[in-house]
């Protein structure tokens, strides 16, 4: 069993649409959560990072973590076509200069 | 300013070549990571560098992989006698020594075929 588990998709959903992504995970250490965003051909970008339990929200985006069922989620907004891409959850102990352990990653389209 | 910079960006192999990977951090930073991206497979962690020395290549999956940095800045990725498994995209990031809470910045990564 992989540490990090993610529905690798792929999703479609309608322009406009609340776009709900998630992983489960099994390491109790794990303490910083984050959320890449990657384009085809590109290298992941960083979207959200949380530390510990509890929900962030950065303008269309927010990011949820439930430590004690180990399960983190990404929540989209007004989703928009620019928002297709693979999203990939990604979780340390540390956080900086510390590997991280990703998720498979999940394949979102947005349809106009 | 600019990124993470790798090359070449594609690169085709026969089987049982060696090939070298190069990856160009964002200036001043000191920890440089290597990672490894298969289809289905998400990002694999191969090698972790801190300046030029390696606290964790825990992640390299066979002796046929090594990687060296030098003058705390270039590192290149090495497979030697390639395998059709080895396929995949090689992805390099950076960030800042010791800064807690700076992510990841990610090159576009160099996408190897073994033939």
């Known amino acids: 069993q992989k540490e990090v588990e993610q529905d690798p998709g792929p999703l479609s959903v309608p322009e406009g649409a609340i776009v709900s992504l998630n992983c489960t995970y099994s390491n109790s250490a794990f303490q910083y959560f984050m959320w890449y965003r990657q384009y085809s051909r590109k290298g992941p970008e960083l979207l959200m990072y949380t530390y510990s339990s509890g929900n962030k929200e950065d303008g269309r985006f927010t990011a949820q973590v439930d430590k004690s069922s180990k399960y983190i989620s990404l929540f989209i907004r007004d989703s928009q076509p620019s928002d297709s891409a693979t999203y990939l959850c990604?979780?340390?102990?540390?956080?900086?200069?510390?590997?991280?352990?990703f998720g498979t990653g999940t394949r979102l389209t947005i349809i106009p | 300013g600019a990124g993470v910079s790798q090359s070449p960006s594609n690169k085709v192999t026969e089987k049982g070549k060696d090939v070298e990977l190069r990856c160009d951090p964002i200036?001043?930073?000191?920890?440089l990571y290597w990672y490894r991206q298969s289809l289905g497979q998400g990002l694999e962690f191969l090698i972790y560098f801190q300046g030029n020395s390696a606290p964790d290549k825990s992640g390299l999956p066979s002796d046929r992989f090594s990687a060296e940095r030098t003058g705390g800045s270039v590192s290149t990725l090495t497979i030697q006698r390639t395998q059709q498994e080895d396929s995949a995209v090689y992805l390099c990031?950076?960030?800042?020594?010791?800064?807690?809470?700076?992510?990841?910045?990610f090159g576009n990564g160099t996408r190897l075929t073994v033939t």
């Open positions: 200036s001043g930073h000191t920890a």
């Open positions: 990604a979780m340390s102990a540390n956080f900086g200069n510390e590997k991280l352990t």
């Open positions: 990031a950076s960030n800042p020594t010791g800064a807690k809470g700076s992510p990841l910045h």
